[in-house]
C-alpha cells in the first residue's frame, strides 16, 4: 500500500502542476477521496496552524501594501543601486534579498526588475547577470524570512516534533548566513557571464531600430512617498524585530493560567494581526482595500494550497509513517543527499516553497533525519528556476528590454541555471555546517 499511496500521492501533485493554478489544491481533495473512500485510509488533520500563521502574515504584508509601503521600500532599493551602477551585478541580488527578508514575498522582485534594467543598460552592463542572480536571490530568501509561509511551515512542523532545538532564533541563525553567503556566491559566478552589451550582436541591432528606449529622463520623476507608507513600514518591522525577539528570550513569552509557555507559533499570529490592526489605525485606512492587493491574492493562493495539497501529504505519511521508519530512515540517514536531492526536484515540479515545505519537511521528520540535514535539505525548495516556469523567470526576461535574459533551445540551457545552481549548492552546504554547530 506504501508504493499504491505514493503514487497517488505523486499523480495528484503532477496532474495540479500540469493544470496549474488553484487547482494543485483542488486535486489534493480528489487525493482525499480516493484515500478515505476507496482505500478507507484515516484521514490526518489539515496543517491548521500553518495556515492561521500565513493568513496572520498575509493580512500585515498586504495592509503594509495597501498604504503604499513596498513603494517606499522600492523607491529606497532604486537609490542604493544609482549610488553605486558599476556594482549593480552584485548589489541588485543583495537588494532583492533584503526586500524579500523584509516582504515575505519573492513578489517585490517584480518592482525591482525595471529599475535593474535600467541602470544595467546606462552603465553598458549586461542585463542577464544582475537579473537572473537577483531572481534567484529573491527566492533563496525566503528560507530566511521569519515570516514567509515557507518559514511559517518548517516552525509548525518543528514545533510538533522531536526537534526541540529549532526555533524560530536558531533556524535563521542558520539560514540567513547560508542563503546570504549562497546570494553572493551566485552573483559572482554570474559577473563575466556572457558577452559585454557592446559585443552583444542581438542587443546592438535593438539598438539600430530603436528599440533601447532612453532612460535618463525617467528616473529624473521623483515619486512622492506619503507618510502613511513610511509608518506603515515601521509598523511592520517593529512587529517582526519583536516575533524574532521573543524566540531568542523565551523569558519575553508569556507564562498562560496552566503554566505552559505561549507557542511562538501563536505569537507570529497575535503580533501580525495587531500590526496589521494598529496599521489601519494609525493611518486610518480604509481596510477593505487590503483584499485587492497582489500579496493578499498571491498569499491565499498559498493558504489553499496548504490545506488541499499537504493535507493529503499528512494523510500519507501518518498512514504510512512505520513503512518510512522502518525501511527508508537507514538508507537516508546514511545518504542524507538523497533527501536534498528530493526536495530540490519537488520544489522544480511545484515551483513553490510553501508547497514543497508542507510536502517534504514532515517526510524529513518522519524519517527521522539529523537536523541540520532537514534545515539545510529545506533551503533546496528554492529550486523553480529549474525549470523556467515560474512567474519571476518568465517576468524577467520581459523586463529585459536588451534582450539578454532568455531560455535557450533545450529549456534548461536558461540564464537562471548558473546562478541558481550555485545558490543552492553554496546555501546547503554552509547549512549543514552551521546546522552542526548551533542544532
Known amino acids: 500500500m506504501f508504493w499504491i499511496e505514493l503514487i497517488l500521492v505523486l499523480a495528484i501533485i503532477f496532474l495540479g502542476v500540469r493544470v496549474g493554478g488553484t487547482f494543485l489544491a483542488m486535486a489534493g481533495g480528489v487525493g482525499m477521496f480516493i484515500m478515505t473512500f476507496i482505500f478507507h485510509v484515516t484521514p490526518s488533520d489539515p496543517p491548521i496552524t500553518v495556515i492561521l500563521i500565513m493568513i496572520a502574515v498575509i493580512c500585515a504584508a498586504s495592509t503594509m501594501q495597501a498604504c503604499g509601503g513596498l513603494d517606499y521600500l522600492v523607491k529606497i532599493a532604486e537609490k542604493i543601486l544609482r549610488k553605486n551602477p558599476k556594482m549593480v551585478t552584485v548589489l541588485a541580488p543583495i537588494v532583492a534579498y533584503i526586500f524579500t527578508f523584509m516582504c515575505g514575498t519573492g513578489h517585490i522582485v517584480y518592482s525591482l526588475l525595471p529599475v535593474i534594467n535600467e541602470i544595467s543598460i546606462e552603465t553598458g552592463i549586461r542585463p542577464e547577470r544582475p537579473i537572473s542572480a537577483s531572481i534567484i536571490s529573491s527566492q533563496q530568501a525566503i528560507t530566511a524570512c521569519p515570516i514567509s509561509a515557507a518559514t511559517v511551515g518548517i516552525l509548525a512542523f518543528m514545533a510538533e516534533s522531536q526537534y526541540t532545538s529549532v526555533n524560530i532564533f536558531t533556524l535563521l541563525l542558520v539560514c540567513i548566513p547560508a542563503t546570504l553567503i549562497g546570494t553572493v556566491a551566485a552573483a559572482l559566478s554570474v559577473i563575466k557571464k556572457g558577452k559585454e552589451l557592446a559585443d552583444d550582436p542581438e542587443?546592438?541591432?535593438?539598438?539600430?531600430?530603436?528599440?533601447?528606449?532612453?532612460?535618463?529622463?525617467?528616473?529624473?520623476?521623483?515619486?512622492?512617498?506619503?507618510?502613511?507608507a513610511k509608518i506603515s513600514v515601521a509598523i511592520f518591522m517593529i512587529a517582526m524585530v519583536g516575533i524574532v525577539l521573543l524566540g531568542a528570550v523565551n523569558k519575553l513569552v508569556p507564562t498562560l493560567s496552566d503554566g505552559s509557555k505561549l507557542p511562538l507559533t501563536t505569537v507570529i499570529e497575535i503580533f501580525m494581526l495587531v500590526a496589521a490592526a494598529i496599521t489601519v489605525i494609525?493611518?486610518?485606512?480604509?481596510?477593505?482595500?487590503?483584499?485587492?492587493q497582489p500579496v493578499f491574492r498571491t498569499g491565499m493562493f498559498a493558504v489553499v494550497l496548504a490545506f488541499g495539497l499537504c493535507w493529503l501529504v499528512n494523510t500519507f505519511i501518518g498512514d504510512q509513517s512505520s513503512f518510512i521508519t522502518e525501511n527508508m530512515s537507514e538508507l537516508t540517514n546514511q545518504y542524507p543527499w538523497i533527501y536534498i536531492i528530493a526536495v530540490f526536484i519537488v520544489g522544480a515540479i511545484t515551483t513553490s516553497q510553501s508547497s514543497t515545505t508542507m510536502i517534504m519537511v514532515p517526510i524529513g521528520i518522519a524519517?527521522?533525519?539529523?537536523?541540520?540535514?532537514?534545515?539545510?535539505?529545506?533551503?533546496?525548495?528554492?529550486?523553480?528556476?529549474?525549470?523556467?516556469?515560474?512567474?519571476?523567470?518568465?517576468?524577467a526576461i520581459a523586463f529585459d528590454s536588451a534582450g539578454t535574459t532568455k531560455i535557450g533551445k533545450f529549456v534548461l540551457n536558461h540564464s537562471y541555471m548558473l546562478p541558481g545552481l550555485?545558490?543552492?549548492?553554496?546555501?546547503?552546504?554552509?547549512?549543514?555546517?552551521?546546522g552542526a554547530v548551533v542544532f
Do not use: M
Not at 550555485?422 to 552551521?434: D, E, N, P, Q
Open 203 to 228: 542587443f546592438q541591432a535593438r539598438v539600430a531600430e530603436g528599440r533601447i528606449e532612453d532612460f535618463s529622463k525617467k528616473h529624473a520623476e521623483e515619486r512622492e512617498t506619503t507618510k502613511e
Open 282 to 292: 494609525v493611518t486610518k485606512l480604509d481596510s477593505n482595500k487590503v483584499l485587492d
Open 367 to 395: 524519517l527521522g533525519l539529523p537536523v541540520n540535514i532537514i534545515v539545510a535539505g529545506w533551503l533546496a525548495c528554492s529550486s523553480n528556476y529549474f525549470i523556467p516556469a515560474s512567474g519571476q523567470c518568465v517576468a
Open 422 to 434: 550555485v545558490c543552492t549548492v553554496v546555501s546547503v552546504i554552509v547549512a549543514i555546517v552551521l
